[in-house]
């Protein structure tokens, strides 16, 4: 039987994050069910870093994390983690409470502009302005379209420089705790002891948990739905903002020289490889040309991915107090990009004891504990 000092299950954003900042500490190896990292939720996202998701925890997390994007450690990568898109959020008339509330929500982290309906059209030509239609908008210059790719890249060539392993086609089938080591067994019967076990297993959190005999918080995976089509003949994408209605209705932006699109659903399954529903293409397509002046023709591609939230909607993080060595590492929902550099310094400062690095949260309102009856 091979051995570590932590075991991280899912090379996702979030397992490949943490792995890499502790390989700083320790031995780690991060076992991964599929042939290539990254093939689920982390591979299927809109890639955006912006303060329009979630609430103030979450805005803080995505602060705290966007330093690590914008300068990423020296050896980190040979590209840049990604580029400036404005972010544009448009209301209608019937809207206008929403849009206050977001612009006092996001105003503590982002310089905004408040635009008409003129505004809306200098920065995408598209969105339908007038009456029945978008008459205000919030411009924040800075969102960050963010490159998946190489911050996966990164993630693995820092492990990997560290001494640190990760297994593809590895997945957890039997996990134990015997005396001071927790043991995994795949399901290609190798064995792997560690006395840390980071359970970052995405959708499949909770059955990773169940599996080790660890009581599940109630992790629920919500399918999204993506999908690609050509831009109106003759458009420069090139400036156009993430543009997203003020409910969470839609969202579009340029990608590749084409625009994808969402309808922003939220349908709820069990974790699996998530397929895109025929409905929720129909309704990304229509609320496209009810939102905007496009016509969606051939839709180019699509897809589908799982945001698995918490039942608080805030991520989870932290040592579970009725199981030795069991780390939690879930629930980054619709944000476990943004947030990743932000979460993986948390469980540094858990597991290595380095500095507690976010002064708007403490341990207790992200720990697994908060669900379980335990304390931090
Ligand atoms: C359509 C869509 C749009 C999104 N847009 C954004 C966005 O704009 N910005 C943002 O920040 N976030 C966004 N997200 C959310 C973001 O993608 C997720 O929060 C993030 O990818 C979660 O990362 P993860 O590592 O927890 O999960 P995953 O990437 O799913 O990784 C978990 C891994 O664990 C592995 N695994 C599971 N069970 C086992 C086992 N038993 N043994 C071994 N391995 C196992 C899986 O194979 C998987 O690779 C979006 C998500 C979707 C679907």
């Avoid at 190489?150 to 086609?169: D, K, M, P």
């Avoid at 792997?192 to 990773?208: H, Q």
């Avoid at 009581?215 to 739905?225: C, D, K, M, S, V």
């Avoid at 994808?260 to 709820?268: I, K, L, R, V, Y």
């Amino acid at each position: 039987m091979k051995s570590s000092d932590i075991i991280v299950i899912g090379g996702g954003i979030a397992g490949l994050s943490a792995a890499s900042t502790l390989s700083k500490h320790a031995r780690v190896t991060v076992l991964e069910a599929e042939g290539a990292v990254g093939y689920h939720s982390s591979g299927r996202s809109a890639t955006m870093l912006h303060y329009a998701l979630g609430d103030p925890l979450v805005r803080a997390l995505t602060h705290a994390s966007r330093g690590f994007f914008e300068a990423p450690p020296r050896d980190f990568t040979d590209v840049p983690l990604g580029h400036r898109m404005p972010v544009l959020i448009h209301s209608r008339e019937d809207e206008l409470a929403a849009l206050d509330q977001l612009e006092s929500a996001i105003a503590p982290f982002a310089q905004l502009e408040r635009v008409d309906g003129a505004g809306i059209c200098e920065l995408c030509p598209v969105v339908r302005t007038g009456e029945g239609a978008a008459v205000a908008g919030l411009v924040d210059r800075n969102g960050i379209r963010l490159d998946t790719h190489a911050l996966l890249q990164g993630h693995v060539r820092a492990l990997r420089q560290n001494g640190g392993e990760i297994v593809t086609v590895a997945r957890a089938i039997k996990v134990e705790r015997s005396g001071e080591v927790w043991t995994v067994t795949t399901e290609h019967r190798d064995s792997l002891a560690a006395p840390i076990l980071i359970n970052a297993a995405g959708s499949w959190a909770d059955a990773v948990a169940t599996l080790g005999g660890v009581r599940p918080i109630g992790l629920a995976p919500l399918r999204r739905t993506i999908i690609t089509f050509d831009a109106p003949d003759g458009e420069d994408l090139s400036g156009w903002p993430f543009a997203k209605t003020v409910g969470d209705e839609l969202y579009f932006a340029p990608e590749s020289g084409r625009l994808f699109a969402s309808p922003m659903d939220e349908g709820p399954t069990d974790p699996c490889d998530a397929q895109p529903d025929e409905y929720e293409i129909a309704l990304a397509a229509h609320r496209i040309e009810e939102r905007t002046t496009m016509k969606v023709g051939r839709i180019q591609s699509r897809w589908a991915g799982l945001r698995t939230f918490a039942p608080d909607r805030h991520p989870v993080v932290g040592f579970d107090q009725q199981a030795e060595g069991f780390f939690w590492l879930a629930g980054q929902g619709g944000y476990g990009l943004q947030t990743s550099p932000a979460m993986a310094q948390i469980a540094e400062s858990l597991i290595a004891a380095t500095p507690w690095p976010l002064e708007a949260a403490t341990a207790a309102q992200l720990s697994p504990g908060r669900f379980l009856g335990q304390a931090a």
